[in-house]
């Protein structure tokens, strides 16, 4: 048995079927973690999407902010992009399957693995949360998503307020924040506030901020955490961080970290992709 974290994939399922292949998966034998992005900007979003479903419990995804994008421009809320394919889904036969299988996912996922966990999430957490945090502020997205708010919450879900974390708010600001921190996070101020303009490298930072995961007395730095969402970053491998946003749809490379018997065994695998966005364009 196996265990492995797939970074954004971005609806390029011709890179996922030869990187599943690469790595020679069974759903019988092995696991596979979606970081997220699944859809959108790629060719086939909607075959990435039915490989998940056939393979679920093998295969288990959380949310970024393009597969939130699909669900939003499913009902309405969002206005679909130049950039965006994500007509591959939403004109497709079986659509209802599809987006009812996505909004069954979560922001976050933890797997054990010799007594650590693994905390997996799309972009990032704030410095004040902990892991018993990032799990339960999941959960409060996810209860909404599975349920009959879902309409509701995805017309109020965007804007970039609140930019930091009160654990008073309520409401539909409560759950944008957490929204905006797990699928949108880059840089953010040593005292949390959030950015959400700077897309540069982690090298690149504005002034008077850092990567999420750079801030001083983070609450999870103890917590090994994957994320995708930052192409520019590239991969990172770090003890506890794990970066795996290598630029697929950009021509770059969808990536693959399979865990050995611990969290600390890492090997990289990654197979290279054809360009389906040029950057800037």
């Excluded at 292949?21 to 973690?33: A, E, G, H, Q």
């Excluded at 599975?146 to 009160?166: A, E």
Aim: with cysteine.
């Amino acid at each position: 048995m196996a265990i492995y974290c797939i970074g954004d994939i971005q609806g390029c399922d011709n890179a996922l079927h030869r990187l599943l292949d690469t790595i020679s998966f069974s759903p019988s034998r092995d696991t596979i973690y979606l970081l997220g992005d699944l859809v959108n900007r790629g060719p086939t979003s909607a075959d990435v999407l039915r490989r998940c479903m056939r393979n679920d419990g093998a295969i288990q995804a959380l949310l970024g902010n393009h597969d939130l994008h699909l669900l939003a421009a499913a009902h309405g809320a969002r206005k679909p992009s130049k950039r965006d394919t994500l007509a591959h889904v939403l004109e497709a036969p079986d659509h209802p399957a599809l987006l009812d299988w996505l909004r069954q996912q979560p922001l976050a996922r933890t797997h054990t693995l010799a007594g650590e966990t693994l905390l997996m999430v799309h972009a990032g957490v704030l410095p004040s949360w902990t892991l018993e945090d990032v799990v339960a502020l999941s959960g409060e997205v996810q209860a909404v998503l599975r349920g009959p708010q879902l309409h509701d919450f995805l017309h109020q879900m965007y804007g970039n307020t609140p930019d930091r974390w009160d654990a008073a708010l309520q409401g539909t600001e409560r759950l944008r924040a957490i929204v905006n921190a797990m699928t949108r996070l880059r840089f953010c101020s040593v005292d949390g506030v959030m950015d959400f303009e700077s897309t540069e490298s982690a090298a690149q930072a504005p002034a008077g901020l850092v990567p999420w995961f750079d801030v001083p007395g983070r609450r999870t730095a103890d917590t090994t955490m994957a994320f995708g969402h930052w192409s520019t970053l590239g991969f990172l491998n770090r003890p506890h961080v794990l970066g795996l946003d290598t630029g697929c749809v950009w021509g770059g490379c969808l990536s693959a970290v399979r865990f050995g018997n611990t969290l600390a065994e890492r090997e990289l695998i990654q197979v290279h992709c054809e360009q389906a966005q040029v950057p800037g364009n």
